[in-house]
């Protein structure tokens, strides 16, 4: 079996070239037996007959030596061996040795007819009416050495073409096996674990297109398992914490079980449970966000939503904790708005915006919820009193598990990813910027039109 691609693509332009050269061969052949020789028979064949006729009248008839004069002039003149037979097949002249072609009755052959045979000759004949009546027949037979020779110096052309094909489809082929190569060792190098392992992207063909699509895995891949690490990482960082306030929760509990007084055994016991719950709330975003990453929301149906009300119905539940802190909460959600979107995500969007804004906007601050109609989109802007951002951490809120200035926070830095997670999975978007003495963020989802859905 031929495993080198190259080798399979030498052979089959090879083969392709042999077919396409043994089908112009007999083409040429096909032709030539009606060419040029055929006709040029044909002439010389017709004018031989009038001079075998202006021969025989010159003679008058009385002797054949005129007849004979004649064939060994045309023989001579033609390249061709030339003789004269009677209607019975009797030769009445010709040259010394001759072969003769099987003869036929006069009345069964044509006026004129040239015939090539399966040797390469080429036989011509034609009647020859004399004075008086009698008929005779005029034979030509050219032979194969011209044709033979023309068939020669042809196929020698060919087989030239061939050689120089196979020649120069050598470099061509490792032309197109080059790129496929240097992939594949981009491929093994990144099955061994160098993930920065990248094809080189060449032209626009097939193998350029397909470079292109390895480096779009490799990048995807490469994303995947580095935010797979750090989600590890990240992961195990949160949950010690709790671990180690609930190891000592617990240990307090035990000293507080022996003591007659369960006052402090109770406080224990509630920071123990608040722990749990945390750790419970912690691992439940965990896994919403990779349900997200993963695309296995079965129950992921989008669908027109009126955003005004669905904004509304989010706020009120944070409303209490707004009030508790004194916030100034200030609405503007008119309405009718639709969106098309999946209700469940675009409700955790709003959970986390809102829940954040209650929670880092400080006491007797301002939160602004403000909807508005941009043409194909709806845009709803979160506005909370805080200090401003450096420009790249507008962008590094939204990675998982960044808290920023605020570490000693609650939550787990995982609300405004799942919410950006939420938006991209509806083809929308969220961003951050900063306004005057405060913090915006920007939701923007496509519109609903009936007769396309989303705009």
Same mark, same amino acid.
């Given at each position: ?23 112009v061969f007999a083409l040429f052949r096909s032709v ?5 020789? !055929? ?13 075998v006729e202006d021969a025989w009248r010159m003679d ?19 390249? /061709? ?56 027949? #005029? ?43 240097? #992939? ?88 123990? /449970? ?15 966000? !990779? ?10 149906r989008k669908g027109p939503i009126n955003i005004a ?68 989109? /709806? ?77």
């Amino acid at each position: 079996m031929i495993r080198r691609l190259y080798i399979k693509i030498f052979l089959m332009v090879l083969l392709v070239v042999l077919v396409t050269e043994v089908i112009v061969f007999a083409l040429f052949r096909s032709v030539s037996d009606m060419g040029q020789r !055929s006709r040029r028979a044909n002439g010389q064949t017709l004018a031989a007959v009038r001079l075998v006729e202006d021969a025989w009248r010159m003679d008058g008839g009385r002797s054949g030596e005129a007849l004979r004069e004649v064939v060994d002039f045309l023989g001579k003149s033609f390249d /061709a061996e030339v003789w004269i037979t009677s209607s019975t097949g009797l030769v009445l002249a010709g040259p010394q040795g001759l072969t003769l072609v099987t003869p036929v009755p006069v009345r069964q052959r044509p006026d004129l007819g040239v015939k090539r045979n399966n040797d390469g000759t080429l036989y011509a004949n034609a009647p020859v009416v004399l004075p008086g009546g009698n008929e005779v027949r #005029l034979h030509l037979l050219y032979s194969g050495k011209e044709e033979r020779e023309q068939e020669s110096i042809f196929l020698q052309g060919l087989l030239h073409i061939c050689l120089a094909v196979a020649v120069l489809i050598i470099p061509v082929s490792w032309i197109i096996t080059g790129p496929l190569k240097r #992939l594949n060792v981009a491929v093994l190098h990144f099955a061994e674990g160098n993930l920065s392992a990248r094809a080189t992207e060449t032209g626009a063909d097939e193998i350029g297109t397909l470079a292109r699509s390895f480096n779009h895995m490799a990048e995807s891949l490469q994303r995947m398992l580095l935010a797979g690490r750090e989600l590890t990482a990240n992961v195990s960082h949160e949950l010690r914490s709790p671990l180690a306030r609930l190891r000592m929760s617990l240990e307090l509990a035990s000293d507080a079980s022996r003591k007659p007084e369960r006052t402090a055994l109770s406080r224990h016991l509630g920071c123990m /449970a608040e722990e749990i719950e945390h750790m419970d709330g912690l691992i439940a975003r965990i896994l919403l966000m !990779s349900k997200i990453n993963l695309s296995q929301d079965i129950s992921f149906r989008k669908g027109p939503i009126n955003i005004a009300e669905l904004a509304s119905a989010v706020l009120a539940r944070h409303r209490p904790a707004m009030e508790a802190r004194r916030l100034v909460l200030s609405i503007s959600l008119p309405g009718p708005l639709t969106i098309y979107a999946d209700a469940e995500s675009v409700t955790d969007a709003l959970e986390n915006v809102f829940g954040n804004a209650a929670k880092f906007t400080p006491g007797g601050g301002t939160v602004a919820v403000t909807l508005r109609d941009e043409g194909c989109w /709806a845009r709803l802007d979160v506005f909370n009193t805080a200090d401003a951002l450096a420009e790249e951490e507008l962008e590094r809120i939204f990675h998982p598990f960044h808290r920023g200035e605020r570490k000693s926070a609650e939550g787990a830095g995982l609300g405004l990813t799942i919410a950006r997670k939420a938006m991209e999975r509806n083809e929308g978007w969220i961003s951050a910027s900063n306004m005057d003495q405060g913090l915006n963020f920007s939701i923007r989802l496509s519109l609903y039109d009936p007769r396309g859905r989303g705009e």
